[in-house]
């Protein structure tokens, strides 16, 4: 079992920036794929970023050039900093984590296989973004 706690949320002006952390319990943490996932209201889940157990990133395209994610393998610690904040970036961040791999390359491109393989998942920490 995996605990996520997330923290960083709040609320910030369109072009501003957040960066938001996560801590897991795992002492394994390092062989786990982790991500980032956002919700918005009476939707489900999306994928932000993630980044696989190898290292491999995969990023939603609406957040490419904005946001970067990382992971200290040594702190149990997953970040997302998130710059060029806009209005459609508010919504619940969820830090989640799965044990099995995560993405996938095709075509020279990182992509993301189903959020169903991610079986552990923080609270959330809410992100509002501001004109």
């Known amino acids: 079992q995996v605990k996520l706690v997330e923290s960083g949320g709040g609320s910030v002006q369109s072009g501003g920036s957040l960066r938001l952390s996560c801590v897991g319990s795992a002492s394994d943490i390092g062989s786990y794929c982790m991500g980032w996932f956002r919700q918005y209201p009476g939707k489900e889940r999306e994928e932000v970023a993630v980044?696989?157990?190898?290292?491999?990133?995969s990023y939603a395209d609406s957040v490419k050039g904005r946001f970067t994610i990382s992971r200290d393998n040594a702190k149990n610690t997953l970040s997302l900093q998130m710059n060029s904040l806009k209005l459609e970036d508010t919504a619940m961040y969820f830090c989640?984590?799965?044990?099995?791999?995560?993405?996938?390359?095709?075509?020279?491109?990182?992509?993301?296989?189903?959020?169903?393989?991610?079986?552990?998942w923080g609270q959330g920490t809410q992100v509002t973004v501001s004109s």
């Open positions: 980044v696989d157990y190898d290292g491999k990133i």
């Open positions: 989640a984590a799965a044990s099995t791999e995560c993405t996938y390359v095709s075509g020279g491109r990182v992509f993301m296989r189903p959020t169903s393989r991610f079986g552990f």
